[in-house]
């Protein structure tokens, strides 16, 4: 793979005890270093309009400044230091290049996932929260839409919370598909089945709550059944995945049970559906809090693009996921 990646992500200090530390990006690389194949590029930052098409222009003032000034808790959970407003300029720029990348054909070997910080898919459109600033998956959708390179973006969010910030950005935009499998009742508590979309939007929402100690056959169970069917009717041009590893069995703050062999299958199987539709594929990294499953995550993502063929989970779905799922199916009439 081709992976975004920039210093300056590294300087986004979060403090001594925050489990979202500059530490992820370390043992990713270091977890790379092992592989054959894997190539860095590092993009330009982005540029702050493109922030302001997603995000209330007043708020992200309001992010700079606060940074300028030193930084500190915006809340409880989400810390700034002095770097973190060129740290997020350099993350959403690193978001924005993979979405680039694959629409402009990078796929296969060359597919483009970015390895950027902090991650973005809780940041709303005027306020930061839980761990995010920007939403860095938004801003690249949107930067592609605005400039005609594509005209409908999927993002498919496999992190173990509720991406809230980019439902609630796209939830009445018809060009913007957002899909979501995580655990139900973890943090922010939003992605109930119900939360479809509203006018233009409508049924271009599509959340999945699993319940707690979901694992590899039920998450592939509900992308069979659910995300295939849905983005096959919606027929995306760029298809982004908004990676995070915290539904790992060994991750400390999920309950799920996705081996590292899950993460192979589900990209596996995310490729396929953006092959159906011929779609541009891209990756960026949102949440993962285990230094070793995040790193064996985003590597395990990488062999399967370098032509390793992942090993088929032996248990299919639970029956509470067949019940969720067939819930899911009849919101959207699949
Ligand atoms: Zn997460």
């Given amino acids: 793979m081709q992976f975004g990646y920039s210093e300056t992500c590294l300087e986004h200090d979060t403090g001594d005890r ?19 194949g894997v190539d860095y590029v590092e993009s330009q930052p982005v540029e702050q309009a493109r922030l302001e098409a997603v995000h209330d222009a007043d708020y992200i003032a309001e992010v700079k400044q606060f940074c300028e000034d030193g930084g500190g808790n915006w809340d ?13 300029l350099a993350s959403a720029g690193l978001a924005e290049w993979a979405a680039r990348e694959a629409v402009a054909g990078a796929d296969g070997r060359e597919t483009p996932f970015a390895l950027g910080r902090p991650p973005g898919h809780h940041a709303v459109e005027d306020d930061a929260m839980g761990f995010c ?21 999927a993002i498919f969010d496999w992190d173990v919370h509720h991406g809230n910030g980019t439902q609630d950005i796209f939830y009445e935009r018809g060009d913007v598909f957002y899909a979501s ?10 992605g109930k089945v119900s939360e479809t979309g509203e006018g ?13 100690g979901a694992g590899d056959g039920d998450y592939l169970y509900a992308v069979d059944e659910t995300l295939a069917p849905a983005l096959e009717r919606f027929d995306p041009d760029l298809l982004i995945v908004s990676a995070g590893f915290d539904a790992h069995r060994h991750d400390p703050i999920s309950r799920m049970r996705v081996s590292t062999e899950g993460y192979a299958l589900l990209t596996d199987r995310v490729r396929d559906v953006a092959d159906a539709s011929n779609a541009g594929l891209s990756f960026v990294l949102e949440g993962g809090y285990g230094l070793d499953t995040l790193s064996d995550g985003v590597a395990t993502v990488h062999e399967t693009f370098d032509g390793r063929r992942p090993i088929d989970p032996d248990e299919g779905p639970n029956e509470k996921t067949e019940l969720l799922v067939e819930d899911v199916r009849d919101a959207f009439d699949l």
Avoid: C
């Fill in 133 to 153: 600033f920007v939403n860095n998956a938004a801003v690249a959708a949107q930067a592609l839409l605005d400039d005609g390179e594509a005209d409908r973006v």
């Fill in 76 to 88: 409880p959970d989400t810390v700034a230091s002095g770097s973190t407003w060129e740290a997020t």
């Fill in 181 to 190: 499998f995580h655990e139900d009742g973890l943090y922010p508590g939003t």
């Fill in 18 to 36: 925050h489990p979202e530390t500059p530490d992820r990006l370390r043992a990713i690389r270091r977890a790379l270093a092992k592989r054959h």
């Fill in 200 to 212: 233009a939007g409508e049924e271009t929402n599509l959340n999945v709550p699993l319940a707690a």
